[in-house]
Nanobody
Framework: QVQLVESGGGLVQAGGSLRLSCAAS????????MGWFRQAPGKEREFVAA????????DYGDSVKGRFTISRDNAKNTVYLQMNSLKPEDTAVYFC??????????????WGQGAQVTVSS
């Protein structure tokens, strides 16, 4: 099993920045890809960004491209999401997730508890 713990959420004004962290523990050697998703009240869960841990290759959702950056520190088993130029519509609960299977497709096997990000206008 893999356990994921997010941190770094909070309240920020529009145009500001926040950095989320996701620390993985357990069978971390089995993780191929880690990602961030978000869900706002009354909306479906949305893909934000993902990174392949071994290669460092990244993917981003269209709504965050150019503003958010995902990175990893394999020595610390931690993935980060640097969020810049935040907008009120970025307000959501942000979830960290991990998957064992290679490639973009396929379900994420493990999920964190979520971190609230609130952007005020």
């Amino acid at each position: 099993q893999v356990q994921l713990v997010e941190s770094g959420g909070g309240l920020v004004q529009a145009g500001g920045s926040l950095r989320l962290s996701c620390a993985a523990s357990g069978r971390t050697f089995s993780i191929y890809r880690m990602g961030w998703f978000r869900q706002a009240p009354g909306k479906e869960r949305e893909f934000v960004a993902a990174i392949v841990l071994s290669l460092g290759s990244t993917d981003y959702g269209d709504s965050v491209k150019g503003r958010f950056t995902i990175s990893r520190d394999n020595a610390k088993n931690t993935v980060y999401l640097q969020m810049n130029s935040l907008k009120p519509e970025d307000t959501a609960v942000y979830f960290c997730a991990a998957k064992n299977s290679p490639g973009r497709a396929g379900p994420y096997n493990f999920w964190g508890q979520g971190a609230q990000v609130t952007v005020s206008s």
